[in-house]
């Protein structure tokens, strides 16, 4: 099947800094990326959707200046969480794919100090 | 809107044991439903999916049947092992590909 790759799987950064979280698609051409945050002891949020080419589409209550999603081409997309704060650390994990097969990054863990 | 709703973890059993972990759902028209596993420090694993009423999903000794009048998808397993500690997700998908995920259950198996 399809395989995404994430990277970094972990990140430690300070406060205040920004990080960039890859997605890439290795055989698959994924037209869109579906952004999701994990907060400890609880379920997988959906941030965002981006597609190919155009802006991406973020959840209420989702920052978008804060969490900025780059899909400029079939088998790259990026999320930088911008200025990040300590409650900014989560772990966020992309996903492409239709409806009954979905392909997971790996996840990204995020820790801000 | 659409939601998924488990039963709260953690769920410890001893190993071989019977397990049952509970999965309702609210959802307009027909959606699909999953389970999703995640593994310590490991990103989400498709466990099983059932795409209409009535299908079971199966898949390394789990299964799931997709109840519609009862709006369930329970996951069960005969016999647990060690291995199966993990956090366990359900979850719908109606249109767009836009999953919808249960607040998860996390399983801890003792030997």
């Known amino acids: 099947g399809a395989v995404v790759s994430q990277h970094p799987s972990r990140v430690i950064c300070k406060s205040g800094t920004s990080v960039k979280i890859e997605c890439r698609s290795l055989?698959?051409?994924?037209?869109?990326m579906f952004w999701y945050r994990q907060f400890p002891k609880q379920s997988l949020m959906l941030m965002a959707t981006?597609?190919?080419?155009?802006?991406?589409?973020?959840e209420q209550g989702v920052e978008k200046d804060k969490f900025l999603i780059n899909h400029a081409s079939l088998t790259l997309s990026t999320l930088t969480v911008t200025s990040a704060h300590p409650e900014d650390s989560s772990f966020y994990i992309c996903?492409?794919?239709?409806?009954?097969?979905?392909?997971f990054g790996q996840g990204t863990r995020l820790t801000v100090v | 809107g659409d939601s998924v709703t488990q039963m709260e973890g953690p769920v410890t059993l001893s190993e071989e044991a019977f397990l049952t972990i509970n999965c309702t759902y609210t959802?307009?028209?027909?959606?699909?439903l999953f389970w999703y596993v995640q593994y310590p420090g490991e990103g989400l694993q498709l466990l099983l999916k059932?795409?209409?009423?009535?299908d079971k999903g199966s898949n390394k000794g789990f299964e799931a049947t997709y109840r519609k009048e009862t709006t369930s998808f329970h996951l069960e397993k005969g016999s647990v092992q060690v291995s199966d500690s993990a956090v366990y997700f359900c979850?719908?998908?109606?249109?767009?590909?836009?999953?919808?995920f249960g607040q998860g259950t996390e399983l801890s198996v003792k030997p």
């Open positions: 996903k492409t794919g239709v409806s009954t097969e979905a392909f």
């Open positions: 055989d698959f051409q994924a037209t869109t």
């Open positions: 981006s597609n190919e080419g155009s802006k991406a589409t973020y």
């Open positions: 959802a307009t028209g027909y959606p699909s």
């Open positions: 059932a795409t209409k009423a009535d």
């Open positions: 979850a719908l998908t109606n249109q767009g590909g836009k999953l919808i």
